[in-house]
């Protein structure tokens, strides 16, 4: 195992003290850290929030790039070298909300990248606005008679279109998620974990008391991971308890093995072969 | 010009006038002819009203004509709407004569099309029929139609071919020693180049700047360049994927350029619009990347299958606050390959986001190459790896340099750490809200633009010290030519100024070149005359009128040289 | 019931003979027929493709907006009015391509219009790509290789997200579509009729002689409407045989009803109270 | 002036520099003195560094100044970030007296600000403390100061109350008989206006010009817009709702425009970048719709809490081809006001798109209005309706008319039947290619430019006459303003012009401006001088120098006119 210091930056983290991300990203670190991948042969990619920030906060290559958009440019950045393993930070807004186009498609091409959530079911750096995971009536500045909508249920989303790996964990709970984390960088294919995260500034709802009270470690002798239908029920009972873990695994073939170009390696790594397209030209 | 023929076809969407038209331009290809082929067509996939109109010389041709010297009509919709357009001579192929007593009808030749393809073996060769008749009008050598029937039906069924055959001969002896004044002499020459669309050379263009990464929205006129290059998905490393809407497909082509590729996109207005956004992180991350935007009228949906040039000043300004960018707008298919070239180049030498601004004439026309193409032997990159640095753990992504530009390294390649982010930012790539970073990093990026103004070639001049000058840009470059020549055939003192490098602005040349003139005119189709407004803003210099249209369908050189005249009489 | 020509218009048609939007189109028709909601007291809106031309197609009020965006006008016109009934027009391409995000929001917004896709599984309208329904692998000229992505499921989609109405209709069965339009417009809250449709020039796959081999109409004694667990196996069966009729059905807050200001009537109706608003600026 | 202080208070997100600031303001306020107060904060919720400027004055003021007179550092960072911005006299108030030895710590005033709150009843009193010590610094009256606290801490328990009570009295105790040049009489005034923010002012417009759908996607600096309208929603026909991404936003109030109502949304670049394609929506189908940019350095994310003025070119051009629209850019609270109800009215006169454009300046500053603002009596809606119509049946919403302006109907309001497509269009709204269709529509839409153009205002003139002019827009109106009256106390000759009403250019009140001075500055937010190519675009005239500035922060006068001297002085 890799020290876990290497992935320490002295970049000045910008989150609230208190705020559930610290744990997500001591997480990704030890995730990553188990795994003895190094710093520069990771990749972050990022929409904006409070969420995607995280990659400035650790070390390693990253692009934080736009709201809502950072699965299409974990896609392109997956086609060019689909060596690297890459890892995607969303909010809850940014996934769910903007970017929900873009979790339809990447779920449909089974983009081999692991998406964490950072699910605060509120929108933290736009000062508390609902998010698309808001309970219905949750009320806020924006929302002073209460969000009109039903929340997004990401699980049964996921689970609805064939998604080879579903999890959910909790930021209270690092090393449970550090697990998860890692067995989904191991999954080929479209890995997802929507992370209970907790927005100590706006949400003052789902709290580290109200999860704390409710979270339990999913009992792999009791619900087994490729249990379709034991997923969706479990992901659709109320909050009462609310059950962490893998919820759902399959086998799948990986966007990039679907792609016979990509079978002699990265195209970044590929050699341009002017002749070849000087052929094309001459017989046109 | 000896040779210098107009031939419409025209009939409902799904008649096969595409089929009509492809064995022409094959056959005149093949002769060694020069060639233009426009397309019209409705924004619907059965029925309604289409034509591809075909100007055939023995020298290059630049622009459709005014008129048509044969009409092929395959329905009498096309006979109503395209008989009025008939030079005096000219003909129309047609299946019914009785063409209802109009002065029209005296030029129809009756060509049982339907009748004769049932008697080649099927309803299906009405086109085959319809194209063999044309072929025979104006005196096609006989064993090079055979030639080109074979190649086109080559692949299928034998009896298809032989069916086609016969259906060819057919319409060929229906109309054979008909009476008409553009039946030529038939070069035996070699082609005279390649033949192929706008939106193919874009293509080809991109195949050969080594893009490997091709994100798209389906979406008219761009797609087929897209299409198209996706057929080499099998040969190349390349990658062509149709991404869920446009903003997926810029944010895909900038992470793949992220990723260390070369990488595009291609659409038109609607789309465009959707990747402003992705334009500007483009921007900011100093990604390279190119977008073709294929222009189309609009505002919204407009009309989705004809042409315009109104998205100048839009693209030149899209997305929040100000960054470098480059815009071309090529005129010719020899440019268009050029052009994707040096966009690629350019997009990496200098970190920015390249717009190629094309539009539906040029994109779905087809015309024949003049020049050679050639293929870059080497591709410069532009990158760094761990070897250029002196220490890779402390790389700068984003560090401060004479020209603006930055050592632009690829994550995971090294032991360099890429740290890229859309906000404003410290030169390791961390998130910065200082002054001095916000500064630095705006004026690093300017800086470019100085260099990048360098790279700009001044506009094409055409007979540059007339009194008049008619200044345009893009695909309109070959009507504006043909209408100079044509009034300085009549002996006016007419020249013009065409612009493809759009963007940075190429404020010099432009200068010297406009003011000498008396006067000049713009030629655009939009309506308000952006490179007119454009060219002020730069210059200070004031176009003395505009020819501008904006019904969505291509200018004529006969237009032009009507409006030329009209303003030099004083009347503008 | 109104006379079925009432809703004929004389502008031309301009889909290709033998389309699968006719048997849509006159489904439409006889459902306002035999429901008596003359043409001008209905609303159709839809994006942009073959499907969503169709409002043109009969004598209506219309907005033919922007491809993919259907949805969020239909919300805003619905804010405005909540009388007037809505029909929203979309292609498969328009409402779970470009549309994506946005159907994700109305489900969950519960918006009380009924949603009637067009799907062709394929790009009708700029000729032949892949649409996400498109089976994996199908060819086109974009996709020479095949289609890359699995085909995205619709109906287990809404069923994930508790949408109230759900349902799939045929071209080839007009009469059933338009009763389970006419159940759709009646439906309080938002009502989805996922169609079958037949592309007779770019889909050489799902031609009629497909459907009409595979589909069956849904016994109601077997299957209940309000069997969520029977609807989800249902819809994630293979297409060997495919049901068609109201898959899954049940009561829920629309959203109009979920907005206290609506309780006094359409917001169009309402009248503008300049000392209401004098008020608040001489209490700041 | 009498009276003309600046107060900063500053600390970490988070420690409540917005109650000190609130208070402050409130007391102020309530004495009948001016205020502009600005904001400036980071991306982030908590920790970093924060401020907020008071300058307080017992007459309008419009800028903040450049010299601090009193700093309230709630933490050392404050001090070593603003210590140096001190006017002469000025003095600073935090805990530690110890500051580092430096020139500045002779200015430091210890209070113990926490220790103090402890006493009072709890740490959470820091900021009241602060308060009452900077209050009592400026020689409040004590009266006043508590019925502030009171008013302000009324809602909560009697406990909260009192202690803030205790604190605010601890906070004045600890500084009493402080020596401070700018100790003052206050006024016993009644308010000299209401106080309010840029984003709410535009809020209030919107509620008083009977708007009554307001979508939008959070985004700084807008969301305080529409979250304050928010507010309304119990009390009035309106419906505020949060949508899935911008561009549902902008479809969504297109949809209910055409549905009936007036309709809003709000953003900010990256927002309006997504809202390009609906936008051109708007135009084609001629939906009246009012949609505020609030700017912010870009591109992309750029800086997402700071001001710009980099949008002017992208909201004229944005998205594909060419349509109608309006652009204002209010310059004070009063305008805001006014233009929220002027772009309703406008934007279903000629039924177009309005585009107001502020900026995080503008939006998050605090300020005293001027003029008594009045809500219309009757909100004109230049619809139709069944009665008005010959023939309701064969109704035409894009009929052709003299001022190019077709009626509009509501859907399902009668027995007209409504018809819109963002596609090409006939009279009726059918989908048409026809070269007819096309001309007309477009010649239809460009026709409503002339009296749109009728309806734009002139600039605002201040010294018109002078010999050098500087010429700004939107919220840099006030920093202009104090510029030229410092300038011309130096007995300098120098004027401004200042454009709120941008688009359709106001081309002759422009020229008549401008053509008189011997020279004019620009003077923006932005790095190309947008407003310079606008001017130079549409009347030829050059502007002799541009002062810009693009670091994020509002441009303060003495920039202004330190530049404008050295201009002058040739040093340009
Ligand atoms: C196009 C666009 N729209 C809106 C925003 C403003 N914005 C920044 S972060 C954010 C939402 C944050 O919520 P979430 O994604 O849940 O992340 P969190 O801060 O809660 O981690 C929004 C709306 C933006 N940056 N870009
Ligand atoms: C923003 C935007 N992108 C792309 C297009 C081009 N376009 C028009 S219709 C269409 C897809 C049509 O497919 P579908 O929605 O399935 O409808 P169909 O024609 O099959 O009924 C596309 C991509 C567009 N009009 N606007
Ligand atoms: S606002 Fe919420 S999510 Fe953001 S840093 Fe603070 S606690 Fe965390
Ligand atoms: S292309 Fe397909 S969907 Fe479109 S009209 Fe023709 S058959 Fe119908
Ligand atoms: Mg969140
Ligand atoms: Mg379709």
């Not at chain 1, 960088?185 to 008391?209: K, R």
């Not at chain 2, 004044?181 to 939106?199: E, I, N, Q, T, V």
Request: charged share 20%.
């Amino acid at each position: 195992m890799t020290d876990v210091s290497l992935y320490h930056n002295d970049f000045e983290n910008k989150w609230c003290p208190g705020c559930g991300n610290f744990g997500v990203l001591n997480a990704v670190k030890s995730a990553l850290a188990h795994m003895d991948i190094p710093p520069e042969k990771v990749l972050l990619i990022s929409g904006i929030g409070q969420a995607a920030k995280t990659p400035h906060f650790l070390n390693c290559n990253f692009f934080h790039g736009l709201h809502g958009r950072a699965l299409p440019v974990a896609t392109g950045a997956r086609l060019a070298n689909h060596d690297l393993p890459i890892l995607v930070h969303m909010g809850d807004g940014d996934c769910y909300g903007e970017g929900g186009n873009h979790l339809l498609a990447a779920m449909r091409r089974n983009i081999d990248v692991t998406l964490l959530i950072h699910d605060n079911r509120v929108y933290g750096l736009t000062k508390g606005q609902a998010s698309p995971t808001a309970e219905y009536g949750f009320s806020t500045k924006a929302q002073p008679f209460g969000a009109l909508s039903d929340p997004l249920k990401p699980i049964p989303l996921a689970l609805s279109q064939g998604v080879g790996f579903i999890a959910r964990g909790y930021c209270g709970e690092t090393d449970h998620l550090s697990r998860l984390i890692q067995k989904a960088i191991a999954y080929p294919g479209f890995s997802m974990i929507d992370i209970l995260q907790v927005c100590v500034s706006y949400n003052p709802v789902n709290t580290y008391e109200y999860y704390n009270e409710r979270v339990y470690l999913l009992d792999e002798t009791k619900h087994r991971a490729d249990d379709w239908h034991g997923a969706m029920d479990l992901s659709l009972q109320g909050e009462d308890r609310i059950p962490i873990g893998l919820i759902y695994q399959k086998q799948t073939i990986p966007f990039t093995k679907r792609i016979k170009t990509l079978e002699h390696g990265p195209l970044f790594h590929r050699s341009f072969d002017p002749a070849a397209v000087q052929a094309v030209l001459d017989d046109l | 010009m000896d040779i210098d023929v107009t031939v419409t076809i025209g009939g409902a969407a799904g008649q096969g006038i595409q089929t009509v038209g492809d064995l022409l331009a094959s056959v005149c290809h093949r002769a060694g002819l020069y060639l233009m082929v426009i397309n019209d067509f409705e924004s619907r996939i059965r029925g309604g009203h289409s034509f591809m109109q075909l100007r055939i010389s023995d020298e290059p041709v630049v622009a459709a004509d005014d008129k048509i010297h044969l009409l092929v009509a395959l329905n009498r919709e096309t006979f109503d709407i395209h008989a009025g357009e008939l030079a005096e001579g000219g003909r129309i192929l047609m299946e019914e004569d009785g063409a209802g007593g109009s002065d029209e009808a005296l030029h129809v030749v009756d060509v049982k099309f339907t009748n004769l393809a049932e008697k080649a073996g099927g309803k299906i060769m009405t086109n085959t029929v319809a194209a063999g008749a044309a072929l025979e009008m104006l005196g096609a050598p006989a064993e090079l139609v055979v030639k080109v029937i074979e190649s086109h039906f080559g692949g299928k069924s034998k009896s298809v071919l032989e069916n086609n055959l016969k259906a060819i001969q057919m319409g060929r002896d229906a109309v054979a020693n008909t009476d008409f004044d553009w039946h030529f002499k038939w070069p035996d020459r070699k082609p005279a180049g390649k033949m192929l669309s706008g939106a193919r050379a874009l293509a080809l263009g991109a195949l050969a700047a080594d893009c490997r990464v091709a994100s798209f929205y389906p979406m008219s006129p761009a797609t087929e360049i897209l299409v198209y290059l996706a057929g080499f998905m099998d040969r190349f490393p390349l990658v062509v994927e149709q991404a869920e809407d446009e903003i997926a497909a810029i944010n895909m082509a900038i992470g793949a350029s992220f990723g260390g590729v070369r990488a595009m996109t291609a659409t038109s207005g609607g789309g465009f619009s959707l990747m402003v956004e992705g334009l500007g992180l483009a921007g900011i991350t100093e990604t390279p990347v190119v977008v073709i935007n294929a222009q189309r009228p609009g505002p919204a949906t407009g009309l989705p299958t004809r042409t315009a040039q109104g998205d100048l000043f839009f693209v030149i300004h899209a997305a929040q606050d100000e960054f470098p960018r480059f815009v071309f707008a090529p005129r010719t298919l020899d440019e268009a390959f050029e052009t994707m070239i040096r966009s690629f180049h350019l997009a990496e030498k200098y970190q920015v986001p390249v717009i190629v601004l094309v539009d539906q004439y040029f994109n779905d026309s087809l015309s024949i190459t003049r020049e050679k193409w050639s293929v870059p032997e080497k591709i410069e990159r532009f990158l760094v790896s761990d070897a250029d640095m002196p220490d890779p753990s402390s790389y700068k992504r984003f560090a401060y340099s004479e020209s603006g530009v930055s050592p632009r390294a690829v994550p995971g390649a090294g032991r360099a750490r890429v740290m890229v982010t859309g906000n404003d930012h410290t030169e390791e790539g961390h998130l910065s809200e200082t002054i001095a970073d916000r500064n630095g990093q705006v004026d690093k990026r300017h800086k470019k633009m100085l260099k990048m103004a360098e790279e700009m070639n001044g506009p094409d001049i055409l007979f540059g010290d007339s009194r008049l000058l008619l200044v345009t840009w893009g695909s309109t470059d070959g009507v504006v030519r043909e209408a100079v020549n044509r009034l300085r055939k009549e002996k006016h003192d007419v020249g013009a100024v065409f612009f493809s490098d759009i963007w940075p602005f190429p404020t010099a040349p432009a200068m010297d070149a406009l003011s000498g003139c008396e006067g000049f005119l713009t030629v655009e189709l939009n309506a308000s005359s952006q490179l007119g407004g454009l060219i002020r803003r730069h210059t200070g210099l004031q176009a003395d009128g505009a020819i501008v249209q904006y019904d969505g369908r291509p200018m004529k050189p006969g237009h032009v040289v009507a409006r030329t005249k009209q303003y030099m009489e004083g009347g503008q």
